[in-house]
């Protein structure tokens, strides 16, 4: 058995039984989803919620494939889509090692641009049986010349900015992980003067941790993805990269709070690392 729970803590649950096809998965929808460059599923056959089901809200983001997320946190949930028979779970939301491993990368040929694949892992262009590829898009994004854009899955938000971010960074603490349901958050740092939302700022949903000096989360009330968030007095907006439609304009500093990192994930590149937040 193992568990787990959102960023807010309302909605808890346990797995159990067979937990197989842990994957990092690169397709756009799960990248603006999550707001991070990949996310990483694996299938459990045993899954309850114990708490807060009533905050789960669901999100169709394909023919027959089902998301869920937090209505308080915006945290990605676990979701079933063959009638509960399986659940597929984002490992970032877990509380236990489940004592699986990642066994490939899938949907490779949507990768970001803005990440290298370092390890030795299977590389698939798609999931499951056969050799067809099929890559996962979001619609043909709006762009904007000299500016980087983003949105969310659904298309409700939208937003952009000018010039290169202050910096980005891969961060692997636990609230980033619960957060974003993934391995790490990777976010851009952009200042609120080259920023400007271009569609539904209304649309979008703050939650800030009440434990945290700074800590909360930005996301679409329709489809639950991750949205840029200002620490409020800053003039800064922490962008989660997955959120974009082409590269940031920035390269990644690093891993912070490695020591806070999942059990089920090793970053393999040359980047420096950290154990908390450097000084």
Not at 15 to 33: Q, V
């Given at each position: 058995?193992?568990?787990g ?5 309302k ?10 096809d842990?994957?990092?998965?690169h397709?756009?929808?799960c990248?603006?989803i ?9 299938n ?12 789960v809200q ?6 027959g ?7 308080d ?5 676990p979701a ?6 399986h659940?597929?779970v984002?490992?970032g939301?877990l509380?236990?090692?489940?004592g699986?491993?990642?066994a ?9 641009d ?14 499951g049986d056969?050799?067809a590829?099929r890559?996962?898009s979001?619609?043909e ?10 949105g ?6 939208a ?6 971010p202050?910096?980005?960074m891969?961060?692997h ?11 790490h958050a ?7 003067d ?6 539904g ?9 009440p ?7 930005a ?11 200002e620490s ?6 922490n962008?989660?990269?997955?959120s ?10 690093g891993h ?24």
């Amino acid at each position: 058995m193992a568990n787990g729970s959102c960023l807010c803590g309302k909605v808890t649950f346990k797995i159990g039984g067979d937990m197989d096809d842990m994957s990092h998965c690169h397709c756009s929808m799960c990248r603006k989803i999550h707001g991070s460059l990949f996310a990483t599923y694996f299938n459990v056959s045993e899954f309850e919620f114990t708490a807060g089901s009533e905050l789960v809200q669901s999100y169709v983001s394909a023919e027959g494939f089902n998301r869920a997320f937090c209505q308080d946190c915006g945290s990605v949930l676990p979701a079933s889509n063959d009638g509960g028979e399986h659940h597929s779970v984002p490992a970032g939301l877990l509380d236990d090692d489940p004592g699986v491993r990642p066994a490939s990368h899938i949907f490779t040929e949507s990768k970001s641009d803005a990440y290298s694949i370092h390890d030795d892992l299977p590389q698939h262009t798609h999931y499951g049986d056969g050799d067809a590829s099929r890559v996962v898009s979001t619609p043909e994004p709006v762009l904007s010349e000299g500016q980087v854009t983003g949105g969310c899955q659904c298309g409700d938000v939208a937003f952009e900015y000018s010039g290169a971010p202050k910096f980005m960074m891969n961060c692997h603490c636990t609230r980033c992980r619960k957060v974003k349901g993934a391995a790490h958050a990777t976010n851009a740092f952009v200042s609120t003067d080259n920023f400007r939302w271009t569609k539904g700022e209304a649309d979008v949903a703050n939650y800030d941790l009440p434990e945290a000096e700074r800590f909360g989360h930005a996301f679409c009330k329709n489809c639950g993805s991750s949205m840029p968030r200002e620490s409020a007095g800053s003039g800064i907006l922490n962008v989660p990269v997955g959120s974009l439609n082409s590269e940031p304009g920035v390269e990644a500093k690093g891993h912070i709070f490695i020591g806070s990192k999942a059990p089920w994930f090793e970053p393999t590149d040359d980047l420096p690392q950290w154990d908390e937040m450097p000084s």
